[in-house]
């Protein structure tokens, strides 16, 4: 960017000085410094760049005296004043009036423009035909705005003709975002009152394009005009607007990013990026800025750091060395670090370093083995879990087929017994009773045991289709009231709807129903209620079933479905169970694209609440006796799932 404004200055027709005060021990000004001159600057003093770079004005000023007189006052005003001021002087040994207008940048400094009004001053005819041929714009308005005279080269820029502006208030072409600022100025110009030189607005052109103009005013209160020269700064503007925007955007490209960035010019950091700092562990700029690299290097090696430098520094291309290196943080630490160095090409002496913390690095890469070693971790669980349900399935498989040959042998000797074939007492009875509920539970299990295996492994199947879900709550309900009304409770089945179609498999929704409500009487004592209700609205249907038995402890609640889960043993005690029931339940539930709650207060009941959406398949619906047909709760189905309470009859 300095090399763009550079090469702008150095075009400039006007001469330009960027100078320094120099003050003595008193502080008073004696004399200044030129740091920066233009190629004007030179041709207007007839002199060469090496006599005036860092030399004082008395030194430059040689032959000059009648022109430089009180020059210094005027600049050590202009260097505090904090706004600019002008003053016009004629130079005898070049015979030219010039008009210098000077301000402050920064403090103790200067900049100085030298625009040489000789014809001005000499010759109005001179003036005018340099009015009249200047690339630059002038022109004349009255204290009211109106545009009395202009330059030609106002019809070249805006497409105007003289004849169309002459006459017209100044208002009537600028920009409308431009229009406040600019009464501003004018006003403050008409009145005396100080502005800035090279006020800039916006003109609109024939075209509807508007051109950005720098303005230079001289009001001159007896004649009641305002004399302006204007300068179109379109592209400069344009330029001016690219670089501030490429600026801001490599500003914040440096400071996001997420490496160290420092620019050191002659071995001390001229900038450091926030990722610098906290690598460096400063606590901010001023601990690393105007600091020598060689701070943050072990001093073994400082050598081979300058070598490597003043290598780059030293290279044609702008290819840069990279490499790992140790740098001392702020606290003393030694860090290891991956180091970029790359030379800026429009700085002589300066050096970009990109720093990487290979601690990063190094973490990643112990993060990558620490993941491996779980991973391979994670796979052997996964292993031994396969195994383990392997193992249960097989074994629950293995528990069946006894199971069923002790069932079936029972059923035969009830079958004897109830046509009088074979005679035994009541006791006998009994005990054929206790053996064949202990089955149930036996059987209970171990389905519940296969099931949870196949489910966890993917293989369990559902025979889906359309039913009608009231009906088969409904004949589930009823298929057990005679035994909960047995047991001394009271039941009830309530539905606001006759009949829903949704796709299902009785056998998993029997299975569902059958389990809470075995669990409702299980933890119901004899005078309680147990109450299956239906609710259908438009999107789901949900089915309560509710008690009034010991209820859920609140801690327990959102665990209940958890696998193996069961309630403390001392409010359970006279039921026991798997703790795979709920957990199964709830499975069978999400395999049908449902969802089950609990709400329980101890000491009050408990009601379980399941909700099922209306999702149909594509097959056709399956008529009332199809559905009958399909689903039958048979007495065996009801002896298993309540195999932990029920007790049937010896007939």
């Not at 004696?30 to 007839?46: G, I, W």
């Not at 430089?68 to 600049?75: D, K, N, R, S, V």
């Not at 916006?202 to 005009?225: H, Q, T």
Request: glycine share 6%; aromatic share 12%; net charge negative.
């Amino acid at each position: 960017m300095e090399n763009k404004y550079r090469l702008i200055l150095e075009n400039l027709m006007d001469g330009f000085a960027y100078c320094k005060m120099i003050i003595d021990n008193y502080g008073r000004p004696v004399d200044y410094v030129f740091l920066e001159v233009n190629q004007a600057f030179l041709e207007l003093f007839n002199l060469r760049t090496k006599l005036v770079i860092n030399q004082a004005s008395e030194d430059v000023y040689v032959g000059l005296d009648s022109g430089t007189a009180g020059l210094l006052i005027f600049f050590s005003e202009a260097a505090k004043a904090g706004r600019s001021i002008k003053i016009e002087k004629y130079f005898k040994a070049i015979g030219k009036w010039l008009l210098i207008t000077a301000f402050s940048i920064e403090e103790g400094c200067f900049v100085a423009t030298y625009k040489d009004i000789t014809y001005y001053k000499n010759s109005e005819e001179e003036h005018w035909k340099f009015f009249q041929l200047a690339n630059d714009m002038f022109g004349i308005l009255n204290l009211q705005g109106l545009f009395v005279e202009l330059s030609p080269s106002w019809e070249k820029l805006l497409g105007y003709s003289r004849d169309e502006m002459l006459n017209k208030h100044f208002s009537e072409f600028l920009h409308p975002d431009d229009l406040d600022k600019t009464f501003k100025a004018f006003n403050a110009k008409v009145v005396g009152e100080p502005i800035a030189d090279n006020f800039r607005n916006r003109y609109r052109a024939r075209d509807g394009s508007y051109k950005w103009l720098s303005w230079n005013c001289y009001v001159i209160p007896e004649e009641g005009l305002i004399y302006a020269t204007i300068r179109d700064i379109t592209s400069i503007k344009f330029y001016e607007d690219r670089l501030i925007q490429s600026e801001e955007r490599y500003r914040a490209l440096v400071e996001a990013s997420p490496f160290g960035i420092v620019v050191v010019e002659d071995y001390h950091i001229q900038f450091a990026n926030e990722a610098a700092l906290k690598l460096s562990e400063a606590s901010s700029a001023v601990d690393m800025v105007n600091k020598s690299i060689f701070d943050f290097i072990p001093k073994d090696l400082h050598r081979l750091v300058k070598r490597r430098l003043k290598h780059i520094l030293n290279k044609k291309d702008n290819t840069g060395l990279s490499g790992e290196l140790s740098l001392i943080t702020k606290v003393g630490l030694y860090s290891d670090f991956e180091v970029t160095c790359l030379r800026i090409p429009s700085e002589k002496n300066a050096i970009m370093i990109i720093i990487k913390d290979l601690s990063i690095r190094k973490h990643a890469e112990e993060l990558r083995l620490y993941l491996e070693e779980k991973n391979k971790s994670l796979d052997k669980v996964m292993e031994y879990d396969r195994l383990k349900t392997d193992f249960f399935s097989n074994i629950s498989h293995e528990f069946k087929t006894p199971l069923n040959v002790i069932l079936g042998t029972l059923q035969l000797l009830n079958l004897y017994l109830q046509q009088d074939t074979i005679q035994v007492d009541l006791n006998l009875k009994k005990k054929f009773s206790m053996m064949r509920q202990n089955c149930y539970r036996l059987l209970r299990l171990v389905n519940n045991v296969i099931d949870i295996t196949r489910i966890d492994s993917g293989y369990y199947e559902m025979q889906l289709a359309n039913y009608d879900i009231v009906a088969i709550i409904k004949a589930i309900s009823y298929s057990v009231k005679e035994y909960i009304e047995g047991k001394g409770i009271i039941f009830d089945f309530q539905t606001n709807a006759s009949s829903r179609i949704i796709a299902c498999d009785p056998d998993k929704v029997e299975r569902i129903f059958l389990n809470l409500i075995s669990n409702a009487i299980k933890f119901t004592r004899p005078g309680g209620k147990i109450e299956v209700a239906i609710v259908a609205d438009n999107n789901k249907i949900k089915v309560s079933v509710k008690d009034t038995g010991i209820g859920i402890p609140k801690d327990k609640q959102d665990t209940i479905f958890n696998r193996f889960i069961q309630l403390d043993k001392s409010l359970t005690k006279s039921y026991e169970g798997s703790g795979i029931g709920l957990s199964l339940v709830e499975s069978l539930v999400r395999m049908h694209n449902g969802k089950i709650s609990v709400i329980s207060q101890e000491g009050v009941g408990s009601e379980f609440i399941v909700e099922l959406p209306y999702v149909t398949i594509n097959e056709e619906i399956m008529s009332v006796g199809e559905a009958a047909a399909a689903f039958d709760c048979p007495v065996e189905s009801i002896n298993i799932e309540f195999s932990d309470i029920y007790i049937p009859s010896s007939r």
